[in-house]
């Protein structure tokens, strides 16, 4: 049974829509349509109340805490708490209470505080002015009044408050102009158009007096689509249907622009509105270490449930003796005795799980949670991945994967816009094999060195001339592109040159802007689309006008737009662009070979292709294409795939007219940081939709493939040469081959691979005709792995995100990250662990839809290395750390029980077994997650290499958190067992009263934190004031709450077991010496360790920490020996060659070895320790300054 179909009807019928349709019906001004024209129908939808909290103020305690305990963590301590509450447990309810009360309040109180601010903005927006049309006249109103059907009057440069349809404009076209850039980033200006049957409606009684409905789909979150028909009545007239797509619907969250005022229509409101729906939450991901934290929980949970078994068991093999069972001390009540005693048992168990629960750190969820938080502001904060041009730098749209950015093994990467700067030029255009570069004009003529190269004739042939003239008013036609005379920034009006108003273009694709821009650069200027007729200017001065018909816009399936136009003479003309792959099929006649070479050596050099062709249609085939287009868009069912077999019908036959060339130049420093990338040992794959030589020649430039590199090709070609089986299996046999040849020398050979989007395709589908074959993807696979890099071209988006998917789940389970800046680039970035967009020329769906956004791909390189690194290395240390000092401080109270008969006696006081996470061990360790750097940004820009330390998760696997766990457990033995021998039979008080059990219990207490607390410093690289503040406070802080704890009466207490305890332990000369030999054993083996380590097998981090340790001790040995000589006293340390150049050398950045080898030989000295100081550089001559007595070098 279809589940989901019952509960979808289900939920219709619960809100009252029990006529649901695929469609509504909104009447226009609530005005019920004419008899007999259809029936009326009242429906009932939202009103235009925003609400993005969770939260209102009578559920938020309930709904919060409910959320708050479906966390297993914080369920499992509320569990804990209720038992001790139920049972007599050896702890206070207050030990396991308070933590948790400390942790569910700071958590509700951040949720709190954020949906409060939620609430604030929805208020300010639901509570906006909006002008609404009734009973002939504009009236003012709150946003959330709004209903469906209203008509709304927007003024320039006001936001549209729901999703509206466009009835008509102050402009005398219908037309008006709309930025999105709070919906999709795209700052263009948008044309959107009125019916022209409504149009004429420009004042309030008019548009009042409109008596339509408007039949569309329902909402549905998809930006770019609306499928809609109205119906408008007219006084003894039949009613007339017009068609409504997206370029009628207005997007709540878009303004108005360069238009005085519309009036439009309330189509969706409130929540239905296509933004709503966007603002939907995303899938959560969840990161590597996580994964490890849940993994280890549960290995720590078993110990627990370990421990409180062995003493339960242990207890009873105790009393079984009657004098242990009831001792004369301890004698039990009636009730007691008469329990049965596997209920005795198990309530000794849950006592003894209360007693040992404390192995699971609460807090440690809590600063994970604040690590991250606090942590993600480190890259908003980066000025390096500013970006001026944008003015804007990294954003962080979810912090619960910055540590999974040091663990990436596979990158994935559009191309255009990505590693292309997406702002494109024009290059050269090529008709019918004739090629024409717009470099040099005079008078219309094109001026080239190349004698290769034709030129426009004023008088060429007739049949190439008339190629010519339509090839250019093809692309001058063919576009979507607007011409705006002037721009209003800031109040300065841009678009003004030598005080006329010039005219400049604006498109949401770069590509069409530089066609059209070339075209004027020919010759062919494109002035403006008037009342449906586009004049364009010829390079004869003379203006020609032609009647735009329709326009086939471009998809990504068709790769093809195509417009329909009628020209003054009356001819129907059919003009048509597209990708080589999407025109060359439905051509029939042209020089297509000439064409197609050209093509062919353009992709070769990078360059982006696009062809262009034309038919001349005769009127009866002019009619079928309307008859075919107008059924397509009145269509509210199936409307994209009916209009797709329009396309197809009409788009065919063609003359093939020539093709165009434009430059999208690679970002800045995009080279560098794929390089960089594959020093650290990332994959670098580029997905992209572009044909294969293009894709290869920007693959070349940003070094992604090298010249050394041997190229395996896996296309569509070859697979028509040869099987698909055939070529997998030698292409295989390649790369195995040479790994095995490598294995045996030093040289390797580096292999590349490109698979376009129809192979592929073929290798993902399942091979049920390929008996005994085995599988495609395995061994598409194998070969995958043995490639440096890999080129995925023709890739359609949903192909993007298999591949994606493809690799997640291969065998080795990599952390994958996507990085692209479009659209279509979306689905691979939901897919991929981690999803990052790039704030480029294509909107900011990307950005919206990624986890962070980055302006440029060169920040890329900082993003994984620096913070990626740094973010891993101090979340994992935070983790170990928290599991070590809760072994340290549990096992200890284990110990205990062999030695107080089982009888579940704390060995610790309530105050430290409550403050232990909460207040003596978490600000050092969460200070260290947000501050610790155990080698320079510097340095790790510089060695990619480093970032290879800590992949695989190399930091948190079982190896290591075997050693903190044994290392946790060998401290805790230290700390029992060391107290308990150095005290056995030993009177240590001036009295000569013996230490009691509170006693040993402060003392093992003491060490402990100490311990633990010095443990931290140890591993820390990074000392700042901050850092000697929090670690040494907070040892203060333990001994003066010690201080006051026991040497105050509290009145609140009924009894003070801890009274003068402290201060007596501290009154023994033998307790301070204990306290720091014991310290002093338990720090010992992760000293040797770590000496021994770094001696015999250091990693590539720990080389790098000594080599900079060293060359510090060296600066500071010969800046001694420089400051011994005498001379005049300078300011600034330099080493001065002359003036022509200058360079910064610090202890992180030592010169460059040959520039040390050229300086120690004209200086005869050994400048290699000068890395502090100033250079700088000329043939003049050399000297050194250095802060005292000058010194000639």
Request: hydrophobic fraction near 40%; charged fraction near 20%; glycine fraction near 6%.
């Amino acid at each position: 049974m279809d589940f989901s179909r019952l509960r979808n009807i289900i939920s219709r019928y619960c809100v009252g829509e029990e006529n649901w349709v695929d469609s509504r019906t909104v009447y226009i001004g609530h005005k019920e349509p004419p008899p007999g024209a259809e029936a009326y129908i009242p429906q009932r939808y939202p009103d235009n109340r925003i609400v993005s909290s969770k939260y209102t103020f009578w559920n938020f305690i309930p709904k919060n805490l409910f959320e708050q305990f479906r966390r297993i963590a914080n369920f499992y301590f509320l569990v804990i708490f209720l038992v001790q509450l139920i049972i007599d447990t050896p702890t206070s309810p207050v030990t396991s209470g308070l933590p948790l009360f400390f942790v569910i309040t700071v958590t509700a109180i951040k949720q709190g505080y954020e949906d409060w601010l939620r609430h604030k903005a929805d208020c300010s927006i639901n509570e906006c002015p909006v002008d609404v049309v009734q009973r002939g006249k504009a009236a003012r109103t709150q946003s959330h009044k709004l209903r469906v059907g209203d008509i709304v009057v927007v003024r320039e440069d006001e936001t549209f408050p729901c999703d509206l349809i466009l009835l008509s404009s102050s402009r005398q076209d219908g037309t008006c102009y709309v930025t999105t850039t709070s919906l999709d980033g795209e700052s263009s200006h948008k044309t959107y158009y009125a019916i022209p049957d409504t149009m004429a409606f420009r004042t309030d009684q008019e548009v009042d007096s409109l008596h339509a409905t408007i039949e569309c789909e329902q909402p549905q979150p998809d930006l770019y689509k609306f499928v809609g028909r109205i119906n408008i009545y007219k006084e003894n007239e039949e009613p007339v249907a017009r068609p409504l797509g997206a370029e009628n619907l207005l997007l709540r969250g878009a303004t108005l622009k360069n238009t005085q005022h519309i009036y439009a229509v309330a189509i969706y409101t409130g929540m239905e509105t296509k933004m709503a729906l966007n603002y939907q939450s995303k899938s959560q991901k969840r990161s590597a270490v996580e994964k490890s934290m849940n993994a280890f929980l549960i290995v720590y949970l078993c110990i627990l449930i370990s421990k409180a078994v062995i003493n339960t068991v242990l207890k009873y093999a105790w009393q079984w003796s009657p004098d242990r069972d009831e001792p004369w001390y301890n004698h039990r009540t009636e009730n007691e005795r008469q329990r049965h005693v596997v209920i005795r048992a198990f309530t000794d168990f849950l006592a003894f799980t209360v007693l040992f629960n404390y192995i699971i750190p609460v807090s440690m969820y809590v600063t994970v949670e604040m690590q991250k938080f606090l942590g993600s502001y480190f890259i908003t904060w980066d000025e390096e991945m500013f970006d001026e041009e944008l003015g804007e730098g990294a954003q962080v749209n979810t912090s619960d994967l910055n540590e999974e950015l040091g663990q990436v093994e596979y990158v994935f990467t559009d191309k255009t816009g990505t590693l292309t700067e997406n702002n494109m030029e024009f290059i050269e255009c090529c008709v019918d094999g004739n090629v024409y570069i717009p470099h040099a004009i005079c008078n219309g003529q094109i001026l080239s060195a190349a004698s290769s190269i034709d030129m426009i004739d004023s008088s060429p042939g007739g049949y190439r001339r008339e190629h010519e003239d339509l090839f250019f008013r093809a692309l001058c036609l063919c576009h979507t592109v607007q011409v705006k005379e002037e721009e209003t920034v800031d109040g300065i009006k841009k678009g003004i040159h030598q005080g006329r108003p010039t005219s400049f273009y604006i498109s949401s694709s770069p590509d069409e802007v530089a066609l059209v821009e070339g075209m004027k650069r020919l010759g062919y200027t494109y002035l403006r689309l008037k009342d449906n007729y586009m004049e364009i200017l010829n390079k004869d001065d003379e203006i020609e006008r032609f009647e735009l018909l329709h326009v086939l816009n471009f998809d990504s399936v068709r790769r093809r737009m195509s417009v329909i136009v009628r020209a003054s003479s009356g001819e129907y003309l059919l003009f048509c662009k597209g990708a080589d792959s999407a025109i060359f099929p439905v051509v029939v006649s042209g020089k297509v070979e000439q064409v197609k070479a050209r093509v062919e050596q353009n992709a070769v050099e990078g360059l982006r292709t696009l062809c262009v062709a034309y038919k001349k249609l005769s009127e009866s085939e002019y009619q079928d294409a309307c008859r075919h287009l107008t059924d397509a868009k009145l269509a509210l069912q199936d409307r994209e795939q009916r209009l797709a077999e329009a396309y197809e019908v009409i788009e065919r036959e063609f003359v093939l007219l020539g093709a165009t060339a434009v430059e999208d130049r690679l970002q800045e420093k995009a080279a560098d940081t794929i390089e960089s990338l594959h020093k650290a040992g990332i994959k670098v794959w580029v997905l992209t939709g572009d044909k294969m030589e293009t894709a290869a020649a920007t693959c070349y430039a940003s070094k992604l493939f090298r010249r050394t590199t041997q190229i395996l090709e896996l296309t569509k070609k070859r697979t028509e040469e040869q099987s698909l089986h055939d070529v997998l299996f030698e292409l295989n046999r390649t790369v195995l081959r040479q790994r095995s040849i490598s294995g045996l020398t030093v040289d390797c050979l580096d292999f590349g691979l490109i698979i376009d989007g129809a192979t592929l395709s073929a290798v993902l589908k399942p091979n049920q005709d390929v008996a005994g074959h085995g599988n495609y993807r395995e061994i598409f696979l194998e070969i995958c792995r043995n490639c440096s890099a890999v080129l995925c071209c023709r890739m359609a988006p949903l192909q993007k995100a298999q591949i994606v998917k493809l690799i997640k789940a291969s065998k080795e389970h990599p952390i994958t990250l996507a990085v692209g800046d479009g659209a279509n680039d979306v689905s691979m970035i939901l897919e991929a662990h981690v999803g990052i967009g790039i704030m480029g020329k294509e909107g900011r769906q990307a950005a919206r839809n990624s986890d962070y956004a980055i302006p440029k791909f060169k920040h890329l390189k900082k993003m994984l290395l620096v913070h990626g690194h740094y973010y891993y290395i101090r979340i994992a240390e935070l983790v170990q750390y928290f599991f070590y000092k809760n072994v340290c401080f549990i096992f200890p109270q284990f110990l205990y029980q062999f030695f107080c008969g089982f009888s579940q006696q704390p060995l610790y006081d309530t105050a430290y077994l409550t403050l232990y996470n909460i207040s003596f061990t978490s600000l050092p360790i969460l200070l260290y997650s947000l501050v610790e750097k155990h080698v320079t940004m510097e340095t790790l820009k510089r060695e990619p290499s480093l970032y290879r330390d800590i992949a695989k998760n190399s930091l948190l696997c079982w190896p290591v958190f075997l050693y903190w766990t044994c290392l946790g457990v060998f401290d805790a033995v230290v700390f029992f067992f060391g107290a308990y021998f150095l005290f056995d039979n030993t009177t240590f008080t001036s009295n000569g009263q013996m230490f009691g059990n509170w006693t040993f219990g402060t003392l093992v207490f003491t060490v402990l934190v100490f311990t633990v607390t010095l443990k931290l410093a140890l591993d820390t690289h990074y000392w700042t004031w901050i850092n000697h503040f929090v670690i040494w406070g907070s040892l203060l802080f333990y001994v003066i709450f010690s201080l006051l704890w026991g040497g105050i009466i509290w009145p609140f207490l009924n009894y003070q077991r801890m009274y003068y305890v402290f201060m007596q332990m501290l009154s023994s000369g033998p307790a301070w010496l204990s306290i720091i030999l014991l310290i002093t054993v338990s720090l010992l083996p992760d000293v040797i360790k770590k000496v021994l380590c770094r001696a015999v097998c250091p990693t590539a981090t720990e080389r790098t920490q000594q080599d900079r340790d060293k060359l510090a001790r060296d600066d500071v040995a010969e800046l001694s020996s420089c400051r011994s000589y005498k001379g005049a006293s300078i300011d600034s340390s330099q080493l001065q060659l002359g003036t022509v150049e200058t360079l910064s050398l610090r202890a992180s950045n030592p010169l460059p070895q040959k520039l040390l080898v050229h300086l120690a030989e004209g200086g005869r000295a050994d400048l290699r320790s000068l890395s502090p100081c100033m250079l700088r550089l000329s043939g003049a001559g050399i000297a050194y300054y250095a802060p005292g007595p000058e010194t000639s070098v």
